[in-house]
């Protein structure tokens, strides 16, 4: 799956204007997680089509950059402790990971969680994660 990360001024409308040109170019937001960083603010989408989310938000004036990274997708049992015991795999493995969020529950017994590893790890994170390509 892929995420599409955007940086934009920290400014408020420049989450409506993302999420308006994305729906006008019919493009469905399946997950988002948003943050301030100093004057800026970064937001990380994940959508089933990347290419036109991109196309989209490339013509948003203000947009500092938009880039398109692989995302894991990891199903984990929801209850107390799984995120420790996922991310622990990751830390005995060395990876280093750029952003982790929940994408969703599946059903009262599982959650999927985003891992976007730094992409030069993303080899590691797959293997210590027993995900095959």
Same mark, same amino acid.
């Given at each position: 799956? #892929?995420? @599409?990360? +955007?940086?934009? &001024?920290?400014?408020?409308? $420049?989450? !409506? $204007?993302?999420? =308006? /040109?994305?729906?006008?170019?019919?493009?469905? @937001? &399946? !997950?988002?997680? /948003?943050?301030?960083?100093? %004057?800026?603010? +970064?937001?990380?989408?994940?959508?089933?089509?990347? %290419?036109? /989310?991109?196309?989209?938000?490339?013509?948003?004036?203000?947009?500092?950059?938009?880039? *398109?990274?692989?995302?894991? +997708?990891?199903?984990?049992?929801?209850?107390?402790? &799984?995120?420790?015991?996922?991310?622990? #795999?990751?830390? $005995?493995?060395?990876?280093?990971? =750029?952003? +982790?969020? @929940?994408?969703? #529950? %599946?059903?009262?017994?599982? %959650?999927? *969680? /985003? *891992?976007?590893? *730094? &992409?030069?790890?993303?080899?590691?994170?797959?293997?210590?994660?027993?995900?095959?390509?």
């Amino acid at each position: 799956m #892929k995420e @599409i990360t +955007v940086v934009v &001024e920290n400014r408020i409308g $420049n989450l !409506a $204007n993302i999420a =308006e /040109a994305l729906g006008g170019a019919g493009v469905n @937001i &399946e !997950a988002i997680a /948003a943050y301030g960083h100093g %004057t800026n603010a +970064v937001f990380r989408l994940v959508t089933r089509d990347p %290419t036109s /989310a991109k196309k989209a938000l490339d013509k948003i004036p203000g947009i500092q950059g938009t880039t *398109v990274s692989d995302i894991l +997708v990891v199903k984990m049992p929801n209850r107390p402790g &799984e995120l420790g015991k996922l991310t622990r #795999k990751l830390s $005995n493995r060395k990876v280093d990971l =750029e952003s +982790v969020y @929940i994408l969703g #529950k %599946t059903d009262e017994a599982f %959650t999927e *969680v /985003a *891992v976007k590893p *730094v &992409e030069a790890h993303l080899p590691l994170a797959k293997d210590a994660l027993g995900i095959k390509d």
